[in-house]
């Protein structure tokens, strides 16, 4: 693990860009360099990645496995040419979503094994994990509320199209990963922005 790599989690509408833009500003107003990230994304080859997997058009004929594997492949790109190399320069890197989202998503919501992902996960990120990752937790209802009054999306891609029982397994996991790995924490992402940002800044704090 690297202190200085923090990742947000959480499903969409929980808050993540903006607590990251916010994080950002805190570190930056203490003299330190941040690189900001987020998944599946971030370099010519994850980016090209990302269009297959949320390409609406590849709803129902993209099998779990391969989801699996494509958004691995990504992390391991971006992890390549962008993220270690930043941290190995003692650049503070914020990530919105990195290892966990796939235990979330893929593992809790799809119903692939666990220990499975976890093997896959140690072969795309090796030792290159997040100091600290914060979930932002909220109902499933509150999401897509969010996301219907967010001017700013253009439609939804392949994964938001999926079915409400879907997010609840997705949020339900993501609690059941914050209780049970180290160095994860659960935030109650229904507060204000403000109240969710003066806890993520306590824990920076000394």
Same mark, same amino acid.
């Given at each position: 693990?690297?202190?200085?790599?923090?990742? *947000?989690?959480?499903?969409?509408?929980?808050?993540?860009?903006?607590?990251?833009?916010?994080?950002?500003? *805190? %570190?930056?107003?203490?003299? /330190?360099?941040?690189?900001?990230?987020?998944?599946?994304?971030?370099?010519?080859?994850?980016?090209?990645?990302?269009?297959?997997?949320?390409?609406?058009?590849? &709803?129902?004929?993209?099998?779990?496995?391969?989801?699996?594997?494509?958004?691995?492949?990504?992390?391991?790109?971006?992890? $390549?040419?962008?993220?270690?190399?930043? *941290?190995?320069?003692?650049?503070?890197?914020?990530?919105?979503? %990195?290892?966990?989202?796939?235990?979330?998503?893929?593992?809790?919501?799809?119903?692939?094994?666990?220990?499975?992902?976890?093997?896959?996960?140690?072969?795309?990120?090796?030792?290159?994990?997040?100091?600290?990752?914060?979930?932002?937790?909220?109902?499933?209802?509150?999401?897509?509320?969010?996301?219907?009054?967010?001017?700013?999306?253009?439609?939804?891609?392949?994964?938001?199209?999926?079915?409400?029982?879907? !997010?609840?397994?997705?949020?339900?996991?993501?609690?059941?990963?914050?209780?049970?790995?180290?160095?994860? /924490?659960? *935030?109650?992402?229904?507060?204000?922005?403000?109240?969710? !940002? &003066?806890?993520?800044?306590? $824990? %920076?704090?000394?």
């Amino acid at each position: 693990m690297f202190k200085n790599f923090i990742c *947000l989690e959480g499903i969409d509408g929980s808050g993540k860009s903006t607590q990251i833009a916010a994080l950002e500003n *805190l %570190f930056k107003s203490k003299g /330190f360099e941040i690189l900001r990230v987020r998944e599946p994304g971030g370099t010519e080859i994850s980016e090209a990645v990302r269009q297959i997997l949320l390409d609406p058009a590849h &709803k129902g004929k993209m099998s779990d496995i391969t989801e699996l594997l494509l958004y691995n492949a990504a992390r391991s790109q971006l992890l $390549h040419e962008v993220i270690r190399p930043a *941290l190995e320069k003692g650049v503070i890197v914020l990530a919105d979503r %990195f290892a966990y989202s796939t235990l979330a998503y893929q593992g809790y919501g799809r119903g692939l094994s666990i220990d499975m992902i976890k093997n896959l996960l140690n072969i795309s990120c090796g030792d290159c994990f997040p100091g600290k990752t914060f979930i932002l937790d909220i109902p499933v209802s509150l999401s897509r509320e969010r996301q219907a009054n967010d001017g700013t999306r253009k439609g939804k891609d392949r994964i938001e199209q999926e079915k409400n029982d879907f !997010f609840e397994r997705v949020r339900k996991g993501y609690q059941t990963i914050a209780r049970e790995m180290e160095n994860c /924490f659960l *935030l109650n992402a229904a507060a204000s922005p403000d109240d969710i !940002f &003066k806890l993520l800044a306590s $824990h %920076f704090d000394s």
